[in-house]
């Protein structure tokens, strides 16, 4: 929280929530700071009396987006040490289209032969060779494939997350859909695994 503060102005709901989250699982080893800290935040009655904290979403789909932004910094870092970037300027980010989305989710439920499973998809077949190639890509890893976020919970997740990336990299974080990053870019993005390309300054 501290650090999210420092970097720039939090959302008040956001922020107010993990503070009283912080508080409420500080109450069982520090009552005392917690209950002053409680009532500092404005909360009526007692916090050894309120609910335990809960999280805001299922913790799956909570522990995708946390490794979805985990992923995308280790590429971004893998990026940067492999092609011997000394200074970025700018990191460019794409989300996956909605279509490779709908694919990995056809050759999850698809039986052993993803790509004509995929390929039999009347939407997914007007994608033509990029979408077989993908199928393609999809197949070997076919038991292990695990139901993506959907395109906009990355990007959202991604958003939240650019000020991460920013103090990390000291440089400009550009998020972009699918859509709006160009086509050789955005061929390479993946459902959990956006495409990243690293302007040098």
Request: hydrophobic content about 40%.
């Amino acid at each position: 929280l501290g650090q999210y503060r420092e970097y720039t102005t939090p959302d008040a709901e956001t922020f107010e929530r993990g503070l009283r989250t912080a508080v409420g699982l500080l109450a069982p080893v520090a009552p005392h700071v917690a209950e002053e800290s409680w009532a500092t935040l404005g909360n009526e009655g007692f916090v050894a009396e309120a609910a335990w904290p809960k999280p805001a979403e299922e913790a799956g789909e909570y522990d995708a987006e946390r490794g979805l932004v985990e992923n995308t910094r280790e590429d971004v870092r893998d990026i940067i040490d492999i092609a011997g970037i000394e200074d970025p300027e700018t990191i460019e980010v794409a989300v996956a289209p909605e279509w490779k989305h709908r694919a990995l989710r056809v050759a999850i439920e698809a039986d052993d032969d993803v790509v004509g499973t995929v390929m039999a998809d009347d939407e997914l077949r007007t994608h033509g060779e990029a979408a077989a190639d993908y199928a393609k890509d999809l197949a070997p890893e076919h038991q292990a494939l695990s139901e993506p976020l959907s395109p906009d919970r990355e990007y959202d997740a991604l958003d939240r997350a650019t000020w991460l990336l920013d103090r990390e990299f000291d440089a400009e974080i550009v998020l972009e859909r699918a859509a709006e990053a160009s086509e050789e870019l955005a061929s390479k993005a993946r459902p959990g695994r956006p495409a990243i390309e690293i302007h040098e300054g």
